[in-house]
């Protein structure tokens, strides 16, 4: 299994307060990437990296900001917490853009 | 853009049952072709890839091949196990312009296994 952990793995949260997420990975991968999963929509890009210090909006940024200070850390943050946010969260990391990428054991995040 | 469709579930079999979800797809340039599987309250795993047009990938039974001529990436397996429920997502990523490698997804489809 690639080397990918996510803190917290659960978390409950009020509406309009800040979350930090966090993804982990002790592969060395260039490429990390936050989606978000939600019934009805599959998954979805929030956020990637494609190296230190670079980072770009994805799919359905809007609410979230990221930061990649470290090759290994990629951290995701929901600014003022809503209730659309309520969801579980994915990191991935990959070698390449089209190599495959692996998926981290995910964070569920519930806002009241 | 890209984009993915998979057949619509959820699909129930009996164990040893033969197994084909469709997946079909649409893409700027070519694209890498996947299917992951989700098991209850755990992450996405890798099941299976093809690259190339006529490729085909597997693991664990399955099998997919990558058909240009027709845009399907179809997952077979010829005798399922309780095991084997899950959800099964296709997904493809290209490289260049601002994909930046992300996955375009499937919905995803549900498959549950009876003894």
């Known amino acids: 299994d690639a080397g990918i952990t996510q803190s917290p793995r659960h978390k409950v949260t009020e509406t309009g307060t800040p979350v930090t997420l966090r993804c982990h990975q002790t592969e060395n991968h260039r490429y990390m990437y936050w989606y978000r999963q939600d019934p009805g929509h599959g998954l979805r890009l929030i956020h990637y990296s494609y190296g230190v210090k670079d980072t770009d909006k994805g799919e359905v940024s809007d609410g979230y900001s990221v930061s990649r200070s470290k090759t290994e850390d ?3 943050t929901l600014e003022s917490a809503t209730s659309s946010q309520t969801s579980v969260y994915f990191c991935a990391i990959s070698e390449s853009l089209v190599y495959e990428q692996y998926f981290g054991p995910g964070t569920r995040l519930t806002v009241t | 853009g890209n984009s993915v469709t998979q057949m619509e579930g959820p699909v ?3 164990e040893e049952a033969f197994l084909t979800i469709n997946c079909t797809y649409t893409a700027t340039g070519y694209p890498s072709l996947f ?3 989700q098991y209850p309250g ?3 795993q890798l099941l299976l890839k093809a690259t190339k047009a006529d490729d085909k990938g597997s693991n ?3 099998e997919a091949t990558y058909r240009k001529e027709t ?3 179809h997952l077979e397996k010829g005798s399922v196990q309780v095991s084997d429920s899950a959800v099964y997502f296709c ?8 994909s ?3 996955l375009t997804f499937g919905q995803g489809t549900i498959l549950t296994v009876h003894p």
Not at chain 2, 91 to 98: I, K, P, S
Request: hydrophobic residues 40%.
């Open chain 2, 12 to 14: 129930t079999l009996s």
């Open chain 2, 71 to 73: 845009t399907s990436f």
């Open chain 1, 74 to 76: 990629f951290l995701l």
């Open chain 2, 60 to 62: 664990k039974g399955f």
């Open chain 2, 42 to 44: 755990e992450g996405l």
């Open chain 2, 100 to 102: 930046y490698g992300k």
């Open chain 2, 35 to 37: 299917w992951y599987v």
């Open chain 2, 91 to 98: 997904a493809l990523t290209t490289a260049g312009g601002t």
